[in-house]
Nanobody, 127 residues
Framework: QVQLVESGGGSVKAGGSLRISCAAS????????MGWFRQAPGKEREGVAQ????????LYAESVKGRFTIAQDNAKNTAYLQMNSLQPEDTAMYYC????????????????????WGQGTQVTVSS
């Protein structure tokens, strides 16, 4: 089992920045991929960014490319999502997830491919 705990969410005005963190514990060898997903009220959960343990090829949703950066600190078993130039449409509950890779250095962007999930952290962006 892998336990994931997110932190760092909050409220910010449009154009601002936030960094959210995800601390992993337990069988962290199962966390070959770490991903950030978000879900706004009335919408499906969507992928934001995913990265393999060696940060070989981070993946980003088109809507966040150039604004968000995913990073991993393997020594701390922690993944981060740095979010810049935040917009009201980024408002959502953000979830950290962990799972196996489908090939070396290759991670899925689909929520259904991730086994372990955190409890979520709320990000609210006001205009």
């Amino acid at each position: 089992q892998v336990q994931l705990v997110e932190s760092g969410g909050g409220s910010v005005k449009a154009g601002g920045s936030l960094r959210i963190s995800c601390a992993a514990s337990g069988d962290t060898y199962r966390a070959e991929c770490m991903g950030w997903f978000r879900q706004a009220p009335g919408k499906e959960r969507e992928g934001v960014a995913q990265v393999d343990r060696d940060s070989t090829m981070p993946l980003y949703a088109e809507s966040v490319k150039g604004r968000f950066t995913i990073a991993q600190d393997n020594a701390k078993n922690t993944a981060y999502l740095q979010m810049n130039s935040l917009q009201p449409e980024d408002t959502a509950m953000y979830y950290c997830a962990a799972g196996l890779s489908w090939a070396v250095g290759r991670c899925s962007t689909r929520p259904s491919d991730y086994t372990y999930w955190g409890q979520g952290t709320q990000v609210t962006v006001s205009s």
